[in-house]
């Protein structure tokens, strides 16, 4: 069941750290465009584009990703707040419009948003089939960009409506994220002017290989779809932009299928170009890893080498980035080598400290990387983590831990290290000998004390708990030392108070020290306690009673029968004594015994014999104390008969004197009563 209980902890760890995982991995999505409803609504041709462009994003990053505002023709329905403000920031902003106007107030603000960078990246979808019907949409667009960007396009021709396939420029360095799009299928369009070769990314419809324009900054004109790079936007300073004069990619309508040929692309590889350290948007990128996955506590496995990655996919060196990465608690930055390929600025990671950190250094072009010694430490915060917070995640989240001057990826970097605590279980045997009657002890409880070292060196304060039998005999108790280097020594306190008439045999008490082995290992104790009969004495007692003075001597023998606890002998000896005593030694205590004497008896002394009424036997339950057993025999005198007196002459003599005596006092009697 220890086990079980282990593998749903490690289960219910591992649920969250995916859970964490997915929301790491989502990019946010804000969607603004034309009104969907109310007296500005869209054609339906419109609405169900901005429909389809929706479920094409939220493939790729989530439903729940997606902001979608359709309010752009309304004034002031926008400001920065929209872009920065939860659930924002955003990774991508889209701005959408068709048939109808986006009012010049919303204009400004999107153009700020370009400048300031309140997204990583604005994605324009501006359909280029009804100018004078929108007052000029892709028109406002292209000058917005040019403001925003510090750019010089200009807005083409509009060629037929028809249903188009526009080439991917492959000589553009930008081209790679957009491979899977390839080409981009449209309808009713309004070509770009003046785009730099490096910067247009969906040419003319019908333009071969053989006449892309060669990498470079030449001017090109007749472009269906530029980009530019976020190094390249208002200085550095600026969003990613993607610009396209057509929203029919999204329609299914008779005259063309562009949806059905672009679904399920137009997403992965914007997504990718706008948040990928190798997208077309050149944006830097944090990613960190342990080492390891779990370190164990108490012996040399409680250290790992974080790695911290930053990416620059552009062929320039960022330069001014700050990061900062603070450890999740308990972990501290470690022994060792901290490493460090990026290039100036100002890094710290001291040994002991719980945060690194850089300022104003630079991520040369294909990245760099930083290495730093990190520790779980055998520690009592440490420990205590090791069993409340077994896992923790270190995170560096973009926009406020990792900030580039160009922008970065806004996905969280995280590593996930996990402490694998060491189980111990204390088991209680108690142990009758052959010869007792086991008593039932389920329920009785035994204080234990678990005192654990490391092989680090690190003493654990001690570990109280309580084994309480679950059997007659036996019980067990699981707990968590944590450490799974070096040794634990349990240790049994003072026991209970024996069953009656019982002692406990082990003294001091039982204590055993067990070797720690790590996870999935089952570590185990056991303290045995050996319970025996508590002895005492019979004292027999023996007394006679009328015999000589100068008294007896002799051995008298005196039986004791204890049934099932034994049967015990003992002689009481006198010499030239009427008293005296004898001890029977290591009788069981609660044994019922019957004391009686051997009719063998001594000799009597000369002139007694011994009474033939033996002293009754004694029966006794043996106590602790007071176990006596008195015996009194008696003498009876046997001396020879003292025969009769027989008189002699003289006493006749004195008998006959005495009868003339009397005769003569009779007859002076007579002689007066005359």
């Known amino acids: 069941m220890r086990n079980l209980a282990k593998f749903f902890r490690l289960l219910l760890a591992a649920l969250v750290l995916c859970a964490g995982g997915q929301h790491a991995l989502?990019?946010?999505?804000?969607?603004?465009?034309?009104?969907?409803?109310?007296?500005?609504a869209e054609n339906p041709d419109a609405i169900d584009a901005y429909t389809n462009m929706e479920s094409e994003f939220a493939?790729?990053?989530?439903?729940?990703?997606?902001?979608?505002?359709?309010?752009?023709?309304?004034?002031?329905?926008?400001?920065?707040?929209?872009?920065?403000?939860?659930?924002?920031?955003?990774?991508?902003?889209?701005?959408a419009g068709t048939y109808k106007a986006i009012d010049d107030s919303n204009w400004a603000v999107i153009q700020n948003a370009v400048a300031n960078r309140w997204a990583n990246s604005v994605v324009f979808f501006m359909d280029?089939?009804?100018?004078?019907?929108?007052?000029?949409?892709?028109?406002?667009?292209?000058?917005?960009?040019?403001?925003?960007?510090?750019?010089?396009?200009?807005?083409?021709?509009?060629?037929?409506?028809?249903?188009?396939?526009?080439?991917?420029?492959?000589?553009?360095?930008?081209?790679?994220?957009?491979?899977?799009?390839?080409?981009?299928?449209?309808?009713?369009?309004?070509?770009?002017?003046?785009?730099?070769?490096?910067?247009?990314?969906?040419?003319?419809?019908?333009?071969p290989p053989s006449s892309f324009p060669p990498a470079g900054i030449t001017p090109t004109n007749n472009v269906y779809g530029l980009l530019i790079p976020t190094v390249q936007s208002n200085a550095g300073q600026g969003a990613c932009v993607f610009a396209v004069v057509d929203v029919s990619p999204f329609i299914d309508v008779a005259q063309y299928q562009s949806w059905t040929a672009?679904?399920?692309?137009?997403?992965?590889?914007?997504?990718?170009?706008?948040?990928?350290?190798?997208?077309?948007?050149?944006?830097?990128?944090?990613?960190?890893?342990?080492?390891?996955?779990?370190?164990?506590?108490?012996?040399?496995?409680?250290?790992?080498?974080?790695?911290?990655?930053?990416?620059?996919?552009?062929p320039n060196a960022i330069n001014n980035v700050n990061l900062t990465d603070n450890l999740p608690t308990p972990l501290l930055v470690g022994v060792g080598t901290v490493t460090n390929t990026c290039t100036g600025g100002t890094f710290s990671a001291a040994e002991n400290a719980g945060t690194i950190s850089g300022t104003g250094f630079t991520i040369p072009a294909g990245g760099c990387s930083i290495t730093v010694p990190v520790v779980w430490p055998n520690s009592p915060d440490g420990r205590a983590a090791c069993i409340s917070n077994p896992s923790v995640t270190n995170t560096i989240t973009p926009g406020t831990d990792f900030v580039s001057p160009i922008g970065q990826v806004n996905t969280p970097a995280t590593a996930t290290l996990a402490c694998q605590a060491a189980q111990l279980t204390v088991s209680k045997q108690?142990?009758?000998?052959?010869?007792v009657t086991p008593v039932d002890l389920t329920g009785t409880s035994f204080p234990v004390s678990v005192v654990c070292t490391g092989s680090d060196g690190v003493v654990s304060p001690a570990i109280d708990a309580t084994v309480t039998l679950t059997t007659p005999n036996s019980g067990s108790v699981s707990m968590t030392p944590v450490i799974s280097g070096g040794s634990c020594v349990a240790s049994e306190g003072t026991r209970p108070a024996p069953p009656a008439n019982h002692l406990w045999v082990e003294d001091p008490a039982p204590s055993v020290s067990v070797n720690m082995a790590a996870p999935p290992a089952d570590n185990s104790a056991q303290l045995v306690n050996t319970l025996a009969r508590a002895n005492t004495d019979i004292t027999i007692s023996k007394s006679v009673a009328g015999g000589p003075a100068a008294g007896v001597s002799g051995a008298f023998n005196f039986t004791a029968n204890c049934g099932a606890d034994g049967s015990f002998n003992a002689v009481v000896t006198l010499n030239a004594s009427n008293a005296g005593a004898i001890a029977i030694m290591n009788v069981p205590q609660g044994a019922s015994c019957t004391v009686s004497e051997d009719p063998a008896m001594p000799a009597a002394p000369a002139g007694y014999a011994w009474?033939?009424?033996?002293?009754?036997?004694?029966?006794?339950?043996?106590?602790?104390?007071?176990?006596?057993?008195?015996?009194?025999?008696?003498?009876?005198?046997?001396?020879p008969l003292q025969p009769a007196a027989v008189p002699g002459l003289k006493e006749w003599g004195v008998v006959a004197l005495s009868l003339l005596l009397v005769m003569l006092g009779a007859s002076q009697m007579r002689r007066r009563q005359r």
């Open 128 to 207: 280029g089939c009804c100018e004078p019907l929108n007052t000029g949409n892709a028109a406002k667009m292209v000058s917005r960009l040019n403001a925003g960007t510090g750019s010089s396009f200009v807005l083409g021709v509009s060629p037929p409506e028809s249903s188009t396939q526009f080439p991917l420029n492959t000589n553009s360095p930008f081209a790679p994220s957009f491979t899977g799009l390839n080409p981009f299928t449209g309808a009713v369009i309004t070509y770009i002017n003046n785009v730099p070769a490096n910067n247009a990314l969906y040419l003319a419809a019908g333009t």
């Open 26 to 40: 989502a990019q946010k999505v804000l969607m603004l465009t034309t009104n969907v409803t109310g007296a500005n």
């Open 262 to 314: 672009n679904r399920g692309k137009i997403g992965p590889a914007f997504v990718n170009a706008a948040t990928s350290e190798n997208g077309a948007c050149g944006l830097p990128k944090v990613s960190k890893s342990f080492d390891k996955t779990n370190i164990t506590l108490g012996g040399n496995d409680n250290s790992t080498v974080l790695t911290i990655d930053l990416s620059n996919g552009t």
């Open 59 to 95: 493939a790729v990053v989530g439903a729940a990703n997606i902001t979608r505002m359709s309010v752009l023709g309304d004034a002031n329905t926008i400001s920065s707040a929209t872009f920065t403000a939860a659930p924002g920031p955003y990774d991508i902003a889209i701005v």
């Open 611 to 639: 009474s033939a009424s033996l002293p009754a036997p004694v029966t006794l339950v043996t106590a602790a104390t007071g176990n006596t057993a008195s015996f009194v025999n008696t003498l009876l005198g046997t001396g």
């Open 430 to 435: 108690v142990v009758w000998p052959a010869n």
